[in-house]
């Protein structure tokens, strides 16, 4: 199983050192990555989410930005967006932008989407929100041509060229891996037919894993040979809470190594933590507790695969 970290580039003052040194410090801790997360200008109102999400409307950074500095001040870790909103941006020039950080990083991106929920943000930006399904959907096609053919050809519903020059390529091939965001039945059918990976959030196993059973079992009906593979992305949280209504990676080391087998157990190989702490000293001491008394808890063997 490998491990990554968000690094909090919003809902705090802008710390540019902070940052930059938190996905160092993750690096030499033995993390496999680092990732970023997208909003733009977030409305005042966001019906049925206002106490949740409010973290996300100060100091956010542009995350493609970031991720192209992210890959400049490391080496080795992968770096990610979890997950960028498709119908939010031009796909051409997404897509240049992913190949651009993909070539600076020496091919280290892993490409996350999603649709988006956030109707306000849609609005504000004249993006489209009731079909941002099927926008999303011919975005990702546009994508993959981008990136696999350097003279690209492309008739959609909303996006027309041919003899045109895409460069530079992505360094990964055919391209960068291709993680596919949402907790419901759609995000998954999206997952088999466009992605490498289906990266739902904040699912207890209980829920994810009736939701992988359909993943397997609608694979198998149009026929993928191999389901894409899970990742998940969740909160950590040490504390000394282990009581029934335990949330996943919340409580001491055990209780979360213990998470981490079970969610193992039902397929996720890439595990996203957000970290918990009001400083950068705090997270980077949850980062190092988590690397010295969780990971060495978490074994994985053949018997633990899923079928």
Request: proline content about 8%.
């Amino acid at each position: 199983m490998k491990f990554g970290v968000c690094i909090p580039h919003y809902g705090r003052p802008i710390d540019a050192g902070g940052l930059t040194e938190m996905a160092i410090k993750a690096e030499e801790m033995g993390f496999d990555s680092v990732w970023v997360t997208d909003h733009i200008i977030v409305p005042h109102v966001i019906p049925d989410r206002e106490d949740g999400h409010i973290v996300y409307r100060h100091d956010m950074l542009e995350p493609l930005a970031l991720l192209t500095h992210l890959g400049a001040v490391t080496k080795r870790v992968n770096i990610g967006t979890s997950v960028i909103i498709l119908p939010y941006r031009n796909p051409v020039i997404l897509a240049k932008a992913i190949a651009t950080a993909d070539v600076l990083s020496g091919g280290r991106v892993i490409f996350g989407a999603a649709v988006g929920w956030m109707e306000g943000e849609f609005q504000a930006l004249n993006a489209p929100f009731a079909d941002r399904g099927r926008v999303s959907d011919e975005y990702l096609k546009l994508l993959k041509e981008l990136w696999t053919n350097p003279t690209p050809t492309f008739h959609g519903e909303y996006f027309h060229f041919d003899q045109v020059t895409f460069s530079p390529m992505p360094v990964q091939q055919p391209h960068p891996p291709i993680w596919i965001g949402g907790r419901t039945r759609r995000a998954v059918r999206r997952a088999v037919a466009l992605g490498d990976f289906w990266h739902p959030t904040q699912l207890p196993p209980r829920e994810l894993s009736p939701l992988v059973d359909y993943m397997k079992r609608h694979s198998a009906s149009v026929g993928r040979e191999t389901p894409p593979q899970l990742s998940f992305r969740g909160i950590l949280n040490f504390s000394d809470d282990s009581g029934p209504e335990r949330r996943p990676f919340h409580g001491n080391a055990e209780d979360i190594a213990a998470d981490l087998q079970e969610y193992a157990q039902i397929g996720v190989r890439h595990v996203i933590l957000e970290i918990p702490g009001e400083s950068f000293a705090d997270k980077f001491r949850a980062m190092e507790r988590f690397q010295a008394e969780v990971k060495p808890l978490v074994q994985i063997s053949s018997s633990d695969l899923p079928r």
